[in-house]
């Protein structure tokens, strides 16, 4: 009887072994279906950067430079980024070790640099500041030439505008450039006799940063901008100075002191008889609260003196030189200008570079 029980039970789960394969069979093909594996979840997209947080992470990235943290500065760029020290005559640097490369053998040059924050203005992926670079020159210098200056022991101290466009996300730089005049580093190294400001110490705890919104007030201050700079290509000097309030301060960085309205105005109509042609060529123009950001190029030929930028006799010669150029503006009118460029490119166009 028990031997016959057991046989009745093998019986039964072979005909239940036998029905599940059936069914297998009949649903889905001759072989029972295995289990899938779950795929893999796609990554996370990357975090895109508020306005006020990009503000945040560029000066980390300062911060980085200053405390000579290079593994950290470095991801601050993309692999591909470009770095462009405008109007120097050095060839601009492409990749991410190229970058660094050029920010270590400046900090070679002054151990002790550190880029101090006096201004930031943020538009989208564009990022452009005002920094002070205090050093002393301690290394060996390349020269506007290429060629290799020794050690000075002497300080340095002047402002400079960046731009830093960034990728989508606001956390990677893909392109940069620099305007600052190299004449007045080489003045304060005593390595040069031109007339420059003396070096400069850094005044503010913290940078003034301001966000564009893209309000009536900013886009009316970018228009006025471009009326005065149609007035400038029209070499209407009246017209360019009806933009200016009459305690307007005017800092040309090439120049060795700021300038009054009225100094301003002299110096525009001394440029129209030097440069009778002379026009900018506006390639970029923003506005952030009362700020205007313009980029462009200033072309002309020099058909007359002009005592300011060391022209003594005309040259004949033509000159295309590269700015950044960034106005406050209050109630219509520019309480405040920063005009950045290389005086010392725009004398060796002219050929008075040394002289």
């Given amino acids: ?29 001759g072989q029972p279906q295995q ?3 779950p795929e893999a979840s796609a990554p996370p997209a990357p975090k895109v950067l508020t306005a006020a947080e990009r503000a945040s992470w560029y000066q980390n990235c300062w911060s980085h430079f200053n405390n000579k943290a290079w593994d950290e ?29 050029s920010a ?5 040059a ?11 203005l943020i538009d989208g992926d564009t990022i452009v500041s005002v920094y002070l670079l205090n050093g002393t020159h301690s290394g060996p210098l390349m020269g506007p ?12 101290g002047y402002l400079q505008a960046h731009v830093a466009q960034t990728d989508s996300t606001g956390a990677k730089v893909v392109k940069e450039e620099f305007y600052s005049d190299s004449g007045t580093m080489m003045a304060q190294l005593g390595l040069s006799p031109a007339h420059a400001r003396p070096v400069t110490a850094s005044a503010t705890a913290a940078p003034k940063v301001v966000l564009a919104a893209g309000t009536p007030a900013e886009m009316s201050n970018v228009d006025l901008a471009r009326v005065q700079m149609a007035a400038f290509n029209k070499h209407d000097a009246k017209g360019v100075d009806a933009h200016n309030a009459p305690d307007s301060v005017y800092h040309d960085m090439a120049m060795p002191k700021d300038q009054t309205a009225k100094e301003s105005l002299a110096g525009t109509l ?6 009778p042609d002379a026009k900018l060529v506006t390639l970029s123009i923003w506005s952030a609260g009362d700020y205007v950001v313009s980029v462009g190029r200033l072309e002309g030929t020099n058909n007359g003196p002009m ?19 960034i106005t406050r503006w209050d109630s219509g009118k520019i309480k405040e200008e920063w005009l950045f460029y290389d005086g010392m490119a725009f004398a060796t166009q002219l050929g008075i570079a040394g002289k």
């Avoid at 270590?104 to 070679?108: A, Q, S």
């Avoid at 060629?147 to 022991?153: E, L």
């Avoid at 005592?307 to 150029?325: C, E, F, H, I, N």
Wanted: proline residues 4%; charged residues 20%.
């Fill in 35 to 37: 289990q899938q594996a």
């Fill in 145 to 156: 030439g290429g060629q290799s200056i020794p050690a000075t022991n002497k300080p340095i």
């Fill in 1 to 29: 009887m028990r031997v016959e029980t057991r046989s009745i039970v093998r019986a039964a789960a072979a005909l239940v072994t036998s029905a599940i394969v059936a069914i297998s069979v009949a649903c889905g093909g």
């Fill in 270 to 275: 001394d440029m129209f008889k030097a440069f």
């Fill in 73 to 101: 500065f470095k991801a601050c760029y993309a692999d591909t980024v470009e770095s462009d020290q405008v109007d120097s005559g050095q060839p601009v640097a492409k990749g991410i070790d190229a970058v660094a490369a």
């Fill in 307 to 325: 005592a300011a930028m060391g022209v003594k006799k005309a040259t004949g010669k033509s000159v295309a030189v590269r700015y950044l150029d």
């Fill in 110 to 120: 002054f151990p002790d640099m550190k880029g101090t924050g006096e201004l930031i």
């Fill in 104 to 108: 270590k053998m400046l900090t070679g």
